[in-house]
């Protein structure tokens, strides 16, 4: 069974940075995509950053050049590196796995429901 736990919410004022961790347990294939999803108080589940077993990285345009997404294979850990934190990033973030190697277009590859497994979220608070 696999499982997801992030951690390195918190808050944090207008351009400050944080780092979510996602500790991935359990079998997975060596062919993969990882990402991570916010979801802002009464909004939908948004993409944000992914990666696949090849390393290839996408990004939606709110956070591109400011969020870097990467992962530790030995540790089994991804992580997001949130820099130039603005308000509109508050939200509860999740990390997602989703089986097979294929990078989408960016109209699915953010869909949230062509992912497998989900972690139970983190928060982070961007105060002006």
């Known amino acids: 069974q696999v499982q997801l736990v992030e951690s390195g919410g918190g808050s944090v004022q207008s351009g400050g940075s944080l780092r979510l961790s996602c500790a991935v347990s359990?079998?997975?294939?060596?062919?993969?995509?990882m990402g991570w999803f916010r979801q802002a108080q009464g909004n939908g589940r948004e993409g944000v950053a992914t990666?696949?077993?090849?390393?290839?990285?996408m990004y939606t345009s709110d956070v591109k050049g400011r969020f870097a997404i990467s992962q530790d294979n030995a540790k089994k850990t991804f992580y997001l590196q949130m820099d130039d934190l603005k308000p509109e990033d508050t939200a509860m973030y999740y990390c997602?796995?989703?089986?097979?190697?294929?990078?989408?277009?960016?109209?699915?590859?953010?869909?949230?429901?062509?992912?497998?497994?989900w972690g139970q979220g983190t928060q982070v608070t961007v105060s002006s």
């Open positions: 997602a796995l989703r089986r097979g190697g294929t990078q989408y277009t960016a109209d699915f590859q953010f869909r949230p429901e062509f992912w497998n497994y």
């Open positions: 359990g079998g997975i294939s060596s062919e993969y995509n």
């Open positions: 990666v696949d077993n090849s390393g290839r990285t």
